[in-house]
C-alpha cells in the first residue's frame, strides 16, 4: 500500500496519520484508522535500525527468574540478555544447537535483525518434545532498544 502521508512511508500507519493530520477526515484510513483510547504497542525496536522486534508485553522471566542474565560465549564474550515469549522480525540462522547451551534442556539458533541482520540474540528451543517448557528468546541487551 502507497503511503499518502508526505513525511514517507516509513512511519507506522497510525503514526503517519497523526502527523499529517489526515486521520477522521475522510482519508484513506477510514473512521476507523485512529482510536485514540486504543492501548498502543510498546516495542522493543533493533538499535542498529529502529524495526519493530518485541512487544513489551511479551517480555518474560529467564530460566531461573531473573530479569537479564550475563552468560559468556566459548570465546569469552560476555553478553546480556533479555528474554521474550514472541518476537518478530528475526531471522533465525543454522539448526538449533546444542553446543555450549546457556540452558540445560534448551537448543539455540541465532536470531538476526530480518531488515539489517544486525546480531539481536537467540531463539531457544526445548529439546524434550514431551517437555511443558516454552520456547523464547534471549536478546542481546545492548541491540535492543527499550520502549
Known amino acids: 500500500m502507497r503511503s499518502l502521508c508526505p513525511l514517507g512511508p516509513g512511519l507506522p500507519l497510525l503514526d503517519a496519520a497523526r502527523r499529517c493530520g489526515r486521520a ?78 546457556w540452558y540445560p534442556g534448551y537448543a539455540w539458533q541465532i536470531a538476526l535483525c530480518l531488515a539489517c541482520h544486525q546480531h539481536l540474540g537467540w531463539f531457544f528451543t526445548p529439546t524434550d518434545s514431551l517437555s511443558q517448557q516454552a520456547s523464547f528468546y534471549a536478546l542481546r541487551q545492548d541491540r535492543v532498544a527499550a520502549p
Open 24 to 101: 477522521g477526515q475522510g482519508d484513506p484510513l477510514g473512521d476507523h484508522a485512529i482510536e485514540e483510547d486504543a492501548p498502543r504497542v510498546r516495542w522493543w525496536r533493533c538499535a542498529a535500525c529502529a524495526g519493530a522486534i518485541a512487544e513489551e508485553g511479551s517480555r518474560i522471566a529467564l530460566p531461573g527468574g531473573a530479569a537479564v542474565q550475563v552468560h559468556a560465549n566459548p570465546h569469552g564474550l560476555f553478553f546480556a540478555v533479555l528474554a521474550f515469549a514472541t518476537a518478530h522480525n528475526l531471522s533465525l540462522i543454522g539448526a538449533p544447537s546444542l553446543d555450549f547451551t
